[in-house]
């Protein structure tokens, strides 16, 4: 994608890139591995922003005369009008996005192109477009994790009060109710947003006028160009404004986060869609049928969620391995920076999007949770505060009490609820009928009033507050 190449000037011909260094051209295999305007020229609109702010700032310094940067800035707007349009071509033999544009614009402005590329390198300018793509790609993401949380919020709040088993080890727990559940991954996709917005505030300085690693003898003014492309300053040491590929891992690793929390909820949605747990029922928008068994509904959907966290996991090995070894400053490996932050992003987005649309569609079956939230004894734990808090026994003790009334009733086959009074102070003659107003799964669920918790009432109050916080 770059080299270290001479700052007074671009070449609209491949074979003299370089100057005259090179007597020869590369060989057709050398092209190809060497190319990278396959895929980077998707930072098509960032390089031209970039190179715009410079062109400007270099006719105030007095570098560029005001005719030469009318005709640049006119030139590279032509060129952003033919990118989006589809009537511009994109050659590989001149490598990357940078000679794509550069070229056309020497066929539009003439030599007023070649002085474009005055006091900056290919490697200053490729730092650029990849901040203000990965810039971009952060408030794109952030946008859309915030439809998802608004999607989980409202599922909360119309199921508040609905009831359901809570699991540890997959195993019933306690009853929680199900807008709790959904508030969970609220909270959880509001830590990746603020993940992604400390990213954003780290990586906002400006690399441009770095030149190709040592800064330049041109007078020029990066803080100008800074404030025209949105960062907060430029970058301090012209060395590591060339080599820092920081921002790039952190926007992976915060990816790998967030789809590894999507992968959760998907990997949930996927058992609780099944025949033997029926908690909730996905729209046919989201699922796909079987070409042998017509009673399918797969949840297809969830299960590619679930799938491509590993692509986006992967893709931040990747990184992370092209830039373990690389001495300052820039080496041709940083080329392969960019499509796993390309893949990565236009993996998530599109699992965020699907996962929105799941939530938004999902039929919660209310009879359903309920009947299973009282499966496992998933009272027991209420017994015990019982015990504690109305007849004083110790924990440990109320413990262990809890534990032999389970097996009574593991043994008799029934719900703890079913046990008679006698049966129950058969164990422990302090138990009184009182207990049996803690035994339904409602008022156990009802019981959790400590801030954070379970209780209906809690819930409504967090989704109100989850509003005010995230969306």
């Not at 306690?174 to 947003?193: C, I, K, N, S, W």
């Not at 006698?422 to 799964?441: C, H, K, M, N, P």
Request: aromatic share 6%; with cysteine.
């Amino acid at each position: 994608m770059s080299n270290d190449q001479d700052q007074a000037g671009g070449n609209s011909n491949a074979s003299a890139m370089w100057g005259g260094r090179f007597a020869g051209g590369p060989s057709a295999v050398m092209q190809r591995i060497n190319a990278s305007i396959d895929f980077d020229k998707r930072l098509y609109a960032q390089d031209i922003r970039g190179s715009k702010a410079h062109a400007a700032m270099l006719v105030k310094a007095g570098i560029l005369t005001a005719e030469d940067g009318l005709a640049i800035q006119g030139g590279l707007d032509q060129i952003l009008a033919e990118i989006e349009s589809g009537a511009f071509t994109f050659k590989t033999e001149l490598e990357d996005i940078h000679m794509n544009v550069e070229s056309r614009l020497a066929e539009l402005v003439g030599e007023a192109a070649g002085r474009l590329h005055t006091a900056r390198s290919r490697n200053d300018q490729v730092a650029t477009d990849f901040r203000l793509w990965v810039r971009d790609t952060l408030d794109g993401m952030e946008s859309a994790l915030k439809e998802l949380q608004a999607a989980l919020i409202e599922k909360a709040e119309q199921h508040a009060a609905s009831v359901m088993p809570g699991f540890t080890h997959l195993q019933a727990a306690q009853p929680v109710t199900f807008g709790h559940h959904m508030l969970a991954y609220v909270e959880m996709f509001g830590r990746d947003r603020s993940r992604l917005r400390d990213a954003r505030n780290r990586m906002n300085e400006c690399p441009l006028g770095a030149a190709a690693l040592a800064g330049t003898s041109f007078p020029i003014d990066r803080h100008m160009t800074a404030a025209a492309l949105g960062f907060d300053r430029p970058t301090a040491n012209s060395l590591d404004s060339v080599s820092d590929r920081d921002f790039a891992l952190e926007f992976l690793s915060d990816a790998a986060i967030c789809a590894i929390h999507l992968s959760r909820l998907a990997e949930e949605l996927v058992i609780w869609t099944t025949a033997q747990f029926r908690f909730v029922t996905l729209s046919d928008a989201f699922t796909t049928g079987s070409s042998i068994m017509p009673q399918k509904r797969n949840p297809d959907a969830a299960e590619l969620i679930r799938a491509k966290a590993g692509r986006v996991i992967g893709n931040l090995n990747s990184l992370l391995v092209v830039m373990k070894g690389l001495p300052l400053t820039y080496s041709k490996d940083m080329q392969d920076d960019k499509e796993p932050a390309f893949e990565a992003a236009d993996t998530l987005e599109l699992s965020i999007a699907a996962m929105t649309g799941m939530i938004r569609d999902l039929k919660v079956n209310t009879e359903r949770l309920k009947e299973s939230a009282g499966a496992g004894f998933t009272t027991a734990t209420d017994i015990a505060d019982w015990l504690v808090r109305v007849a004083g026994v110790p924990f440990r003790q109320a413990h262990h009490i809890t534990g032999r009334i389970v097996r009574i009733a593991e043994d008799k086959n029934c719900g703890l609820e079913e046990l008679s009074l006698a049966e129950l102070q058969g164990v422990d003659a302090r138990i009184t009928a009182d207990v049996f107003s803690v035994l339904g799964v409602e008022a156990s669920a009802s019981s959790r009033t400590s801030f954070g918790g379970t209780a209906p009432a809690n819930v409504a109050k967090a989704a109100t507050e989850a509003r005010k916080r995230f969306l």
